[in-house]
């Protein structure tokens, strides 16, 4: 059983076909990554699986149960969560809070405990205040525990929102581009820690233009071509893929 499964998946909107019948599976414990040229529908279909967005037709799975026609929410609650391409914390709250944000989910205090400040909810605080720093420990920025998110250099924000999303404690992490504008130090240092979330237990699946970063540390990879899957296969073979190399790189000698 795979813990994902997309089926014949399609999205329209009026007459654009952003999505077209697009199926694949990801496998536990694999990074996947989806790529394709500008317009595929490689964003589209994140927030189909997501919740963001409702389907057109087809089918979503994950752990075997259907999960399209979900709110995101509930989503989040069965274990997937996402980041997004453009970095979204909140202003004028430390790194460690925006994290403790991500832990909303899995609370259980209830919102009369924490208005009366009961001793539950304040047990509860600190553990989530623990499990927080441990998510910045693990992704080797808990000495900005402290500072304001925002203030942060880019990378380092973009491992803030990692840590949010962990937070929540995914079976599987969705990351929408997270080497989008970094140097490439930050997008080496990205991709490791990438890497290091998979060796955690957690699936990946990433939406990323970064060729180097797709190819160095995905499983397999998945290519969009205009809302349709073009291709699916292990890196290399990607790579020597022609019909990959036309339509994604635009000519056969690129």
């Known amino acids: 059983m795979s813990l994902l499964d997309i089926k014949d ?11 077209s019948e697009v199926s694949f599976a990801v496998e536990k414990g694999m990074i ?3 790529i394709g040229p500008n317009g595929a529908g490689k964003t589209t279909l994140f927030n189909l699986i997501s919740g963001n967005l409702p389907l057109t037709s087809g089918a979503i799975f994950f752990e075997d149960k259907p999960i399209h026609g979900l709110q995101p929410y509930q989503i989040a609650q069965r274990g997937i969560s996402r980041t997004f391409q453009n970095i979204k914390l909140f202003p004028g709250m430390t790194a460690v809070e925006n994290v403790m944000i991500g832990r909303h989910t899995r609370s259980r205090a209830g919102f009369l405990a924490g ?3 009961l001793p539950a909810a304040r047990r509860e605080e600190r553990e ?4 927080s720093l441990a998510l910045l420990e693990l992704l080797e920025i808990s000495q900005f525990a402290d500072v304001e998110a925002t203030s942060l250099a880019f990378g380092q924000q973009r491992a803030v929102e990692f840590a949010r999303a962990l937070a929540s404690e995914p079976t599987i992490l969705l990351l ?13 240092e990205i991709a490791r820690l990438i890497t290091k979330i998979r ?3 957690i699936t990946v699946l990433l939406v990323e233009h970064d060729m180097s970063l797709v190819m160095d ?3 397999e990879i998945v290519v969009l071509s205009f809302g349709q899957k073009i291709a699916e296969d292990v890196p290399g073979a990607i790579q020597q893929n022609q ?3 036309q339509i994604y790189l635009g000519t056969a000698d690129a």
Do not use: C, W
Not at 9 to 19: D, I, M, P
Not at 176 to 188: F, Q, S, V
């Open 176 to 188: 929408d581009e997270p080497a989008a504008g970094l140097n490439i130090y930050e997008t080496a």
């Open 243 to 245: 019909e990959v190399i």
């Open 128 to 131: 989530i205040r623990e499990k």
């Open 217 to 219: 540390i995905s499983d």
């Open 199 to 201: 060796d955690q237990g």
């Open 32 to 34: 996947k990554a989806v």
């Open 9 to 19: 998946v399609k999205k329209q909107f009026g007459g654009l076909q952003a999505v």
């Open 115 to 117: 208005m009366f400040h």
